[in-house]
């Protein structure tokens, strides 16, 4: 099946979602790497809500025009580095989206079947592709203390994809039929 959705999501639509769909998204993605999931996960305080948003495994390559930031370059990175956070992090952030490459692991199914929460695959190498589904960054944290890859972006995204349901609320994961 293909679905068209925009963020924020309702559980009804994650649930809907299977192992193998192909889903365009549209709304609000926030990035974060290693980095960044450790430093949130240590605040008491965020500003922004992630519960709202999908959470992109990506560190862009961006550019300042004036006081305005642009996207060069976003592709996905290796997910499963996120790997020893992300159950927190979803648990957390109440996180119904992540997008990333290479798959997650076992801690991860569980919080995804556990919290309702899907995990889509975008295609490594193609991050101009990524930086033309960017309609605007929106917003940037963290980038003193993190660096650009590491910085959390706020980008508002339309029809981004195509992703592919690689793990889905229902325990099915992409990764444990190829092995």
């Known amino acids: 099946m293909e679905y068209h959705l925009s963020l924020p999501v309702k559980n009804e ?28 996960l240590e605040k008491k305080e965020i500003p922004f809500d992630p519960s709202t948003m999908g959470l992109y495994h990506c560190g862009p390559l961006m550019k300042k025009t004036g006081d305005k930031w642009e996207v060069v370059s976003a592709g996905p990175t290796t997910s499963s580095r996120m790997e020893i956070f992300e159950d927190r992090f979803i648990e957390r952030f109440g996180i119904k ?21 899907v995990y889509m695959s975008y295609t490594g190498g193609a991050g101009a592709l990524a930086a033309n589904k960017v309609e605007e ?8 203390e993190l660096g650009m890859p590491e910085a959390v972006w706020m980008l508002r995204v339309k029809e981004f994809g195509p992703l592919i349901v690689a793990m889905d609320s ?10």
């Open 13 to 40: 639509d994650i649930k809907k979602l299977k192992m193998g769909d192909i889903v365009y998204i549209s709304g609000k993605l926030f990035t974060a790497r290693d980095e960044a999931h450790h430093m949130m």
């Open 97 to 117: 989206v992540i997008i990333g490459k290479g798959g997650m692991e076992k801690n991860t199914q569980k919080a995804l079947q556990k919290y309702i929460c």
């Open 137 to 144: 960054v929106e917003n940037v944290h963290w980038l003193n």
């Open 170 to 179: 229902h325990g099915k994961s992409i990764y444990n039929k190829m092995k």
